[in-house]
C-alpha cells in the first residue's frame, strides 16, 4: 500500500483526521461532536445515545464503528448485542478490561458480536465509513483477523498503525506484525490529545508541541471531547474528556490546525481505496 497515499495526494504532507472517539456513550459526547468543526468520529453501538446521532444527525458526519469487547465504566455499563456467554461478565455486562476480555472472549463469539455491531450501525441508516478499536479489545492476533476479514468484507478502511503502537504482550506482536503485511489496507500514524491527568495547560502545549514538530503523514488524531453535565459529571476521566472540548475549540490550536495541516475524513480514504484497488481482493 505504499502508494496509496500518493493516489491520494497526501504523500509528503502532514495530514489530520481529527478523531472523536466514544460517541453514542453519551448524549454530551455526542453534542460536543455536533459543536466542533470536525467531522470524523466513531460510535459504540451497544450505548444507549447511538440513535442520537441519527435523530440529530451532524451535517456532513464521517463516522465509523468503534467495536469494543469491553465495557470501562462501572456507572455505564454496557451490555453486548449477541448473546454470546464468553462476552459477558457474571453480570451480563462487557468485560471491564481489555485483558479481561482477551483472557475469555471466544473468537466465534467475537466476531458473531463485531459483526452485530456493524450491522446496528448499518440498519440505523449510518453510511459507515471505517471500524476502529476501543481501548485496542481487536488486537489479540485472533481478533485482529477477524478485524481486518471484516474491513475487507465491508470494504472499509480500519485503524491500523503505522507500527504496532498498541500495548501488547511480546507473544501477539510477531503474529500482528504477518498478519498486517497480508492486507492491503492503508497504516496511519496514531497521535491524539494526550490523555492523562495533567493540568489542561500541560495538555494543550503537548498537543500544540505535536501540531507543530511532526513529521509528515496521516495521523488519526485521537480525541474524547465531551461536556460535563449531570450525566457524565460522574465519569472518572470527565476532566479530560471536557478539556478535549477546551482544546479544540481554543483559537491557538484551531489556527495550528487551519494553517499547518490539511484534514481529509475516513470518508474520502474509503472512497479512494475503493477506486485504488477496484475489484482486487483486500486481503491476501
Known amino acids: 500500500?505504499?502508494?496509496?497515499?500518493?493516489?491520494?495526494?497526501?504523500?509528503?504532507?502532514?495530514?489530520?483526521?481529527?478523531?472523536?472517539?466514544?460517541?453514542?456513550?453519551?448524549?454530551?459526547?455526542?453534542?460536543?461532536?455536533?459543536?466542533?468543526?470536525?467531522l470524523t468520529g466513531s460510535l459504540l453501538s451497544p450505548s444507549m445515545w447511538v440513535p442520537d446521532l441519527v435523530v440529530n444527525p451532524k451535517p456532513g458526519a464521517d463516522l465509523g464503528v468503534h467495536l469494543t469487547l469491553n465495557s470501562e465504566?462501572?456507572?455505564?455499563?454496557?451490555?453486548?448485542?449477541?448473546?454470546?456467554?464468553?462476552?459477558?461478565?457474571?453480570?451480563?455486562?462487557?468485560?471491564?478490561?481489555?485483558?479481561?476480555?482477551?483472557?475469555?472472549?471466544?473468537?466465534?463469539?467475537?466476531?458473531?458480536?463485531?459483526?452485530?455491531?456493524?450491522e446496528h450501525a448499518l440498519k440505523l441508516g449510518i453510511d459507515i465509513t471505517h471500524i476502529d478499536t476501543h481501548m485496542g479489545s481487536v488486537m489479540r492476533p485472533d481478533l485482529a483477523e477477524i478485524y481486518v476479514r471484516l474491513a475487507c468484507h465491508y470494504r472499509v478502511p480500519a485503524l491500523i498503525p503505522d507500527t504496532t503502537q498498541y500495548p501488547l504482550r511480546s507473544e501477539f506482536r510477531g503474529r500482528l506484525e504477518a498478519l498486517l503485511e497480508r492486507v492491503r489496507l492503508p497504516r496511519l500514524k496514531l497521535a491524539g490529545i494526550p490523555y492523562v491527568q495533567w493540568r489542561r495547560e500541560d495538555r494543550k502545549r503537548a498537543f500544540r508541541d505535536f501540531l507543530l514538530e511532526a513529521e509528515p503523514g496521516v495521523y488519526h488524531v485521537i480525541h474524547h471531547a465531551c461536556f460535563k453535565t449531570e450525566e457524565t459529571?460522574?465519569?472518572?476521566?470527565?476532566?479530560i474528556r471536557e478539556g478535549d472540548l477546551a482544546i479544540l475549540n481554543d483559537p491557538e490550536?484551531?489556527?495550528?490546525?487551519?494553517?499547518?495541516?490539511?484534514?481529509v475524513t475516513y470518508r474520502e480514504i474509503r472512497d479512494s481505496l475503493r477506486k485504488y484497488l477496484g475489484n482486487e481482493p483486500w486481503m491476501v
Not at 466514544?22 to 453534542?31: S, T, V, Y
Not at 459529571?233 to 476532566?239: E, N
Not at 490550536?253 to 484534514?263: A, C, N
Open 73 to 118: 465504566w462501572a456507572h455505564c455499563r454496557i451490555r453486548p448485542l449477541t448473546c454470546g456467554r464468553s462476552l459477558r461478565d457474571p453480570q451480563g455486562y462487557l468485560w471491564r478490561t481489555t485483558e479481561e476480555a482477551w483472557a475469555n472472549a471466544e473468537a466465534v463469539e467475537a466476531e458473531e458480536e463485531f459483526r452485530a455491531q456493524i
Open 1 to 38: 500500500m505504499d502508494g496509496f497515499w500518493e493516489y491520494m495526494g497526501l504523500r509528503g504532507k502532514r495530514v489530520a483526521i481529527i478523531h472523536h472517539d466514544d460517541l453514542g456513550m453519551f448524549k454530551a459526547q455526542n453534542d460536543a461532536f455536533r459543536e466542533l468543526p470536525f
Open 233 to 239: 459529571r460522574d465519569l472518572p476521566d470527565i476532566d
Open 253 to 263: 490550536i484551531k489556527e495550528l490546525i487551519e494553517s499547518g495541516w490539511e484534514l
